[in-house]
């Protein structure tokens, strides 16, 4: 009876659904669905342990951006391209490309910055701008190159690398890590893209994720920016052509979520997990609506295979289990069983039952994803997926699923698709985030 629940769960309007989805899930289906769960038994190792808060009113002016590029700054190399200004308490350095490449480190609670040709040691109490005297100057941190201002800035224990720039020329560093921008075909998309992007890092400047230091981080946990390493035209075109544009609630800039592949289902939870921020944008959506968009997506379907091992590692670090028993189900085998206890709506695992031997394991949240990665760490794709025993190869677990990322807000890959298609990205944005109003802040 569950199985024929978890059917229901998948196909809520079998009617609407086009033959090649239902054809490939339902084949990965057919035989998995009717086992509740997985098991491996293992056989004894002979080589043990080898394996929304208020948000400001509309400005007229474009806004600077404060991300952070690191956030524990132990090692790292700096250099310089066009001319920045160091000024501190004792005296002003001036900094430009033949300075060469500066080790950064702490040294006690201190900050060093040394070459053959500088050596500055910075105490705590003081502050560390790096400011460009021209416009084009730029900055090379650990191999990536950024415009605007950096700063070092204490935090606690901790020294966190900030650069401070428009928020225009932040989006030129975003856009063309966020979505592809190589292909004609994608102009719209890239368009939509700048928009989404420009509207989360809005969201970001009146929601702060460290006030007074940061606005926004530089990777997946807000949006990735990596300066000025990948800048095409199309980026460039998608950014300039939507200046100033975002997506708004009531006037407001709205958390635009946006994710890589839907798979075909996107996500209509309310809240995204680890966030206290309601993802009002990302309901509403009939769940049928992307699966054509996102077809074009190398994530639309996928099969991984895991051992159990791999996921005994993972278990370990993810649920901090006693390394000695770990050593022990390592050294005299175990038997592991692994079972999707319950799905969301879209019908992504919500809860997934890890057995070791007598142990349980409850995994919700990113901690499914991360549960389930592969040997580098890499992390499961997305929560849409169903899991048994290879067929071939017992000793591993099967997994079969669909997207990648969370499935919120606008699906990256489903908006190429709509891009290829002919669509405007005004049209793509409405598609994904069809509460909000297209606006022009500045
Ligand atoms: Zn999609």
Request: net charge neutral; with cysteine.
């Amino acid at each position: 009876m569950k199985n024929a629940s978890l059917k229901r769960q998948i196909y809520p309007q079998p009617k609407s659904y086009g033959p090649s989805v239902r054809g490939m899930l339902m084949s990965c289906l057919i035989f998995l669905v009717w086992s509740c769960g997985s098991t491996v038994k293992k056989t004894p190792s002979t080589q043990p342990g080898t394996t929304p808060s208020t948000t400001p009113a509309a400005s007229t002016t474009e806004p600077q951006i404060r991300a952070c590029l690191i956030d524990n700054v132990t090692r790292s190399g700096l250099s310089f391209d066009g001319n920045y200004v160091l000024v501190l308490e004792e005296a002003q350095y001036r900094f430009d490309s033949s300075i060469g490449t500066l080790s950064v480190f702490r040294s006690g609670k201190n900050l060093v910055f040394r070459n053959d040709r500088r050596y500055l040691d910075i105490a705590p109490d003081q502050l560390i701008v790096f400011r460009p005297l021209t416009k084009n100057s730029e900055f090379t941190l650990d191999n990536v190159s950024y415009r605007g201002e950096l700063s070092f800035v204490f935090d606690g224990d901790q020294v966190l690398a900030v650069n401070e720039l428009g928020l225009e020329r932040y989006l030129q560093g975003v856009v063309p890590f966020e979505i592809p921008t190589h292909q004609k075909g994608y102009t719209e998309a890239a368009f939509a893209q700048a928009v989404a992007a420009r509207t989360y890092a809005m969201h970001r400047l009146a929601n702060p994720v460290n006030a007074g230091v940061y606005d926004i981080r530089a990777d997946t946990r807000d949006q990735v920016y990596r300066g000025v390493q990948r800048l095409t035209d199309l980026a460039q075109r998608a950014v300039n052509s939507t200046r100033g544009m975002i997506l708004t609630e009531r006037g407001q800039p709205s958390p635009t979520y946006y994710h890589s592949t839907c798979g075909g289902i996107l996500e209509s939870d309310a809240m995204l997990p680890g966030s206290a921020v309601p993802a009002t944008a990302a309901v509403a959506h009939d769940l049928d609506k992307d699966e054509y968009n996102c077809r074009v997506s190398p994530f639309y379907r996928w099969v991984e295979f895991r051992d159990a091992e791999t996921i005994l590692v993972n278990l370990q670090r993810e649920f901090d289990i006693d390394s000695l028993r770990v050593e022990g189900w390592m050294n005299d085998g175990f038997t592991m069983s692994i079972e999707v206890l319950d799905r969301k709506p879209s019908s992504r695992a919500k809860t997934v039952r890890f057995r070791v031997e007598e142990q349980s394991f409850l995994a919700d949240g990113s901690r499914i994803r991360r549960s389930l990665a592969d040997e580098r760490g890499k992390l499961l794709p997305s929560d849409l997926f169903f899991i048994n025993l290879s067929p071939e190869n017992p000793d591993k677990f099967y997994i079969v699923g669909a997207g990648n990322g969370h499935g919120r807000g606008m699906c990256q890959w489903g908006a190429i698709g709509m891009s290829l298609a002919g669509r405007q990205y005004q049209s793509i944005l409405g598609f994904y985030y069809p509460d909000l109003t297209l606006a022009q802040m500045y």
